[in-house]
């Protein structure tokens, strides 16, 4: 029972992150377009800093410090008269009432909670991926229709957002279809943040059972649950593949590129 | 206890040479460089071993899928699309436990739990199918003029392979195949959290950098370390991987050549 549950663990976990991570990306790309040099900067780190470092390193990395950052943030707002330091060597301390989740909520505060922080880690290594993709994308835009609406008088806001935001799309959607598959084939982290998925559940049930515990003994079946796991994603991904080349054809339809070309020409 | 007396101690603890205890308490900066640094070694090693027999393989791979036999053609793209479409992090957990089953049934599968092993042939695998992929993409991209040269010097089967297609699809897969290597690196951290053992706490970097982040409550230092160590391998990469597409492109003008262009690429 638990392995289902954990399968649907997965997949309301890419149905959060994605949406999530292309708004991330979004707000990334567009900050590195920025005219104002600061926000520009950002836009333009925030692409800059996933590359050249394991993207596993930032999940572990990313959940302490989350982590942290709320419970330093909670004990400023909640405990203003503590005298002690925070770091106390190897240790970090915050008073009670600032615990995140709080000590004696319930058990599924902490899974919820512990869930939300994955969510939010993978969002924001996600979002910087599909941010360097959103940012190419819009360089991609013809040039000629940014200068035709200029020409029309349509100031730099009125561009952006009724010229280049939905031309830019068909530029990214090959991007943005490998992160999704990258997306696909990154879940199994979540294993390493502490959430109980899939990964944790074929773990547990495929050990070996004595009859003394369970109703079902059995040897050691782990092998078998993870051949489950790889087919159960080598599907995934072929239907993925399938449906968002269907999507890809329809998206070029009437664009100026050689693939529209080509469906016009197929017409 | 000096810096140097640490390095001493710890330099070459991944692979069991040095104080058997890791540090418990009291963490030192120099402690943690060089701790992460000798677990650095097992990531070159994983890295390098699978590149280059996974090299061999890819070519095998590319140059089957391309294939018009279905006998050749078919295993290449069913092993590409395994090894691609499934995660390796799964892989790592579905080879560590297929040979721990084996191992139980045949003694001759003893070595293959251990990491050293296991894990490489996976890797292996992995880097072989990703490869395969880039090497025919590069095959189907070769222009038609190059083959046509050749066949008219009366050049065929082996030599026309060796001399004029293999040469042009390596040069055409470089780049692409530059950041394959690089990723290789970045996958090499999952080997230790999947699992394969850490046998007596010998690991790799991510293993040694999350061992600290543990003891310490403190991500803002081992994982910024090992950032650094893994930045530093990259430009290693991309130098060696360089000068071999300088040697590739050596025929050509300097306005056609082929750059390397460092794509973000993610986890597989």
């Known amino acids: 029972m638990a392995l289902y549950g954990s399968v649907v663990v997965v997949l309301v976990l890419l149905a959060i992150t994605a949406p999530v991570a292309l708004a991330f990306g979004f707000a990334g790309a567009s900050a590195a377009r920025a005219q104002f040099a600061p926000l520009r900067w950002l836009g333009k780190a925030y692409i800059a800093i996933v590359r050249g470092v394991p993207d596993i390193a930032f999940f572990l990395f990313f959940v302490i410090a989350l982590d942290q950052g709320i419970e330093y943030l909670r004990h400023k707002a909640l405990c203003p008269g503590w005298d002690m330091p925070i770091r106390q060597g190897n240790d970090f301390v915050v008073c009670q009432a600032a615990k995140m989740p709080l000590g004696n909520a319930p058990q599924w505060v902490h899974e919820t909670y512990g869930f939300a922080l994955a969510v939010l880690t993978f969002s924001i290594v996600f979002g910087a991926f599909a941010a360097n993709v959103l940012f190419g994308a819009m360089r991609a835009v013809p040039h000629a229709q940014l200068e035709t609406a200029a020409a029309y008088g349509m100031t730099r806001r009125q561009t952006y957002w009724r010229v280049l935001v939905p031309q830019m799309w068909v530029y990214a959607l090959p991007g943005l279809s490998n992160l999704w598959m990258v997306l696909i084939k990154a879940t199994p982290l979540l294993f390493l943040l502490g959430v109980e998925d899939i990964v944790y559940w074929a773990r547990e049930l495929g050990g070996s059972k004595t009859p003394r515990f369970t109703d079902y003994p059995h040897g050691d079946w782990r092998m078998w649950y993870f051949l489950g796991l790889l087919v159960f994603y080598l599907i995934f991904t072929r239907v993925s593949e399938k449906v968002l080349d269907r999507l890809m054809d329809r998206l070029t339809t009437g664009q100026a590129t050689t693939g529209g070309e080509a469906r016009r020409r197929a017409a | ?268």
């Open chain 2, 1 to 268: 206890m000096s810096c140097l007396q640490t390095i001493q101690d710890y330099g070459l603890r991944a692979v069991g040479i040095g104080e058997r205890l890791l540090p418990r308490d009291n963490f030192t900066l120099c402690e943690q460089f060089t701790l992460i640094g000798s677990g650095m070694i097992w990531n070159i090693y994983f890295g390098v071993v699978a590149l280059v027999t996974g090299f061999f393989f890819a070519t095998l791979l590319g140059v089957g899928k391309a294939q018009s036999s279905l006998w050749l053609r078919k295993p290449a793209e069913w092993f590409i699309f395994v090894f691609r479409g499934s995660p390796l992090f799964i892989q790592f957990f579905f080879g560590y436990f297929l040979f721990l089953t084996l191992k139980s049934q045949y003694d001759f599968f003893d070595p293959f739990t251990a990491a050293w092993l296991g894990a490489l042939i996976v890797l292996f695998c992995n880097t072989a199918a990703y490869s395969g992929e880039i090497f025919y993409g590069a095959l189907q991209s070769i222009p038609k003029g190059d083959v046509e040269a050749a066949d008219a010097y009366g050049l065929t089967g082996w030599t026309r392979f060796k001399r004029v297609i293999w040469p042009t699809m390596l040069r055409l897969a470089w780049p692409a195949y530059t950041n394959e290597a690089i990723f290789l690196f970045h996958a090499t951290t999952l080997v230790f959290f999947t699992g394969f053992p850490a046998w007596q706490q010998r690991g790799d970097a991510l293993y040694y950098a999350s061992y600290f982040a543990d003891k310490t409550f403190n991500p803002f230092i081992p994982y910024p370390i090992l950032a650094g160590y893994f930045i530093l391998l990259t430009i290693c990469v991309i130098a060696a991987f360089g000068a071999v597409n300088a040697r590739l492109n050596r025929h050509l003008p300097q306005a056609n050549r082929r750059k390397i262009r460092l794509r973000p690429n993610l986890i597989r």
